[in-house]
């Protein structure tokens, strides 16, 4: 099983990116998959979730500019980042979980910079 994370990159404050997670091994339709990042020296952070049925979350400081997403034919989940600010700046990572409140599987993640 691998979830597999791409599409950061540097960008500035403003910009957006939308971040790709790749699934495979296995099935993920009916898990749960998620979005968390790791700022340097940070915990790492929840930021988004949707449910197998389509149910997003997302926490307070990116609701309004995330938008997450997920294609179960392809087995695919997705993170459109608008105007990202520099304290976006960390590793994203995907994950995949039986609800948005355990997670199971945990991908390598992918890193975003934001310049002020």
């Known amino acids: 099983v691998q979830l597999q994370a791409s599409g950061g990159g540097l960008v500035q404050a403003g910009d957006s990116l939308r971040l790709s997670c790749a699934a495979s091994g296995r099935t993920f339709s009916s898990y749960a998959l998620g979005w968390f990042r790791q700022a340097p020296g940070k915990e790492r952070e929840g930021v988004s979730c949707i449910t197998s049925n389509y149910t997003t979350y997302y926490k307070d400081p990116v609701k309004g500019r995330f938008t997450i997403s997920r294609d179960k034919d392809k087995n695919a989940l997705y993170l459109q980042m608008n105007g990202l600010k520099p304290e976006d700046t960390a590793t994203y990572y995907c994950?995949?979980?039986?609800?948005?409140?355990?997670?199971?599987?945990w991908g390598q993640g992918t890193l975003v910079t934001v310049s002020s």
């Open positions: 994950t995949a979980g039986p609800s948005c409140r355990g997670y199971e599987f």
